[in-house]
């Protein structure tokens, strides 16, 4: 079997994923913003006698370096093994596109272009001729839809064709003054035998076109001292007839002349009026309106928060009642009291808190892929820069802060589209801030514990909301203390408004939703054992003894559940659990935490999910008779006065995210160093907001 | 400097008339095919103009007004 390897490249937005999402079957993650795609993706399948391999690089405007993902692009290009280049390209717009499809063609690889989006074409009246463009570029041309999945066949077919067959001589032309100057360099080359791997047109076009790696390789060869003075003499010419302007703006004109040719000869729009708005700026008038676009924005995003709680609730009573019942039908089937007790109250009771949240989550996760797939994000971007803008942010910090809403990790990631250091570590600083789904079950928790159901809804809006408001704040502070200095331009494509893609959304949500079930079901349940035997052992079975006699003796219902919860309140304190949290009690008094909270915060860097079974172990121990049917919200709201809740509810805000998350955060940012900086920074605004909160709701 | 992107009028055509700007940011608007001789169309600005779209082939930019400023243009005469 052959093995076909293939760059996959395109600008920003042409449906790449898609694409390699039609092409095999694949879980690739697709988004309308510019470089969602950062991390290099690959898919593998069997053609025939082929084994092909689909390396996904992130979309890259130019084979510049502008941006991370950019230089991940045209590094693997040019220094990477291939075979291939597959060059995928809007149909709608290949003015643009075809821009980076000359600088591709340069490199002198095979490739072959597939003119995406073909269905989106024909609906604006454009016609292209592929077969004339193939003959006039030199390369294999198939036009296709990733939708309708319209030429897939032939592209595939055309894979293999062009892998099989010798490489074309390219036929990218320069204008008359270029081509001399790269003739004279080439006979340079040649009349003194110069040995290189790389064809002398690439090394003349290289040189004149100012790249360092050709500079680089020449310096060191004795050919250098004769070629200095001709290319020297080149340069000057070429920027003579050029009005003396920069090489890469010549270069960028010299393409844009050859592309403009290649399209005179291939494309044609038939009647396409100017005057009439497209769909797309029909919208746009609406949700980037002046004043009503950021309303209109904060609306979506206060419905999507209203649909996570309202619709969510609705299967997570289901969810309830199935662990309930799995929790008691395992325990009538264990007789041995400690493992049944492992298994019901740490494995079952933990696992289940956290897999009731997956409701809530699916639906968090498919608002935000919707937000990105649809092309909107931009927007938000472009309506938000302003205001981010004046706090030291970026208007694409946007992007990481949102997703941070889902998932710290993604969102953590996903700052790499900012390419300024000082902006991407602020941004990376401030995602914390945007409380993560995980913590969504905490607030979800202490919400339905400590607010009438009515107004829940909005609590947890306003949550969110003050979060994301003292970040922002915190961002000004940092800006104007640790990170001084020049902000990122703000130069930004708005994509075309798509239909999200229900396929690539599923894909999306599924490999999220599956990868917190993953965590429930290894860190989190290993936590909620560890949690479990903490505060469980050592075992006291005298102080047991003695209680279980006294509960004998008394008389009356009443005062044997006091004497009960007597017992297991003795139980915890003297547990590794009740040790521990003693021990870091007079730290959290201030705040009007008990050890219990302090302990369950404590269990959060772990991973937030960890702290609702945290409470849902050290709450419901030992509960057994008549408590058995009140919830975990009924306890806590019986246990915990509001005002320590709400400072609860401010640490779990702010402080540091769980265990992975800070792992990420440590390797984007690039260093320990700025971990501890993290742990600082977000312990000390925890600690200092929750003790303001305490102390004005106590006032209140 | 003459004419920039703050200067123009919505909804007119512009041509570029030179970038002052070097390095990246240069890179980033050529890369856009904002470049001498591009014809652009201020379409919008968000509020206080902070930030501007501006339309470049058939592409719709996004830039802040202190890279606006940074593209000169001329008027263009359409025929």
Known sequence: MKQIKIALVGQPNVGKSMLTNAIGDTTLHVGNFSGVTVEKKEITFKYKDYEISIVDLPGTYMLTNYSIEEKVTSDFLQNEEYDLILNVADSTNLERNLQLTSELLNLEKKMLIALNMTDEAKKENIEINANYMSELLGVSVVQVSAVTKEGIEKLVHNIIQTYEKPKKESKLVFSEAIEEEILNIITHLSDNKFQSKLSYRKIAINLIGEDKETYRMLLDEPIWITLQPILLESIKHIKMHHDEEAMIDIFADEFMAFNNGILAETVKIKNMDVTKLTTTQKIDNVLIHPFLGIPIFLFLMWGLFQLTFEIGSIPMDWIDGFFGWLGSTVGESISNDDIRSLIVDGLIAGVGAVVLFIPNIIILFVGIALLESTGYMSRVAYLLDGFFHKFGLHGQSFIPLVTGFGCSIPAYMSARILKNDKDRLLTLFIIGFMSCGARLPVYVLFVGAFFSPESSGNILFSIYICGAILGIIMAKVLKMTAFKGESEPFVMEMPKYRLPSVVLIWHTVKSKTWMYLKKAGTFIAAASVLIWFLSNYPHDDNLKHDYENKIELAIGIESKNMLSNELNQKLLEQSFLGHIGKFIEPVFEPLGMDWKMAVALQTGLAAKEVVVSTLGVLYSLGGDVDEQDSSLKERLSQNIPFASAVAFIIIMMIYLPCLAATIVFSKEAGGLKYTFYLFLFTTFVAYAFAFIGYHITLAI | ?79
């Open chain 2, 1 to 79: 400097m003459g004419k920039t992107i703050i200067d123009c009028d919505i909804n007119k055509s512009y041509l570029v008339k030179k970038l002052h700007t070097t390095g990246a940011l240069r890179q980033r608007l050529i890369s856009f095919g904002i470049l001498k001789g591009t014809q652009i169309k201020y379409l919008a600005s968000t509020k206080m103009n902070a930030t501007y779209e501006i339309q470049v082939g058939k592409m719709t930019i996004a830039l802040r007004k202190d890279e606006a400023m940074k593209i000169e243009v001329d008027e263009y005469e359409a025929n």
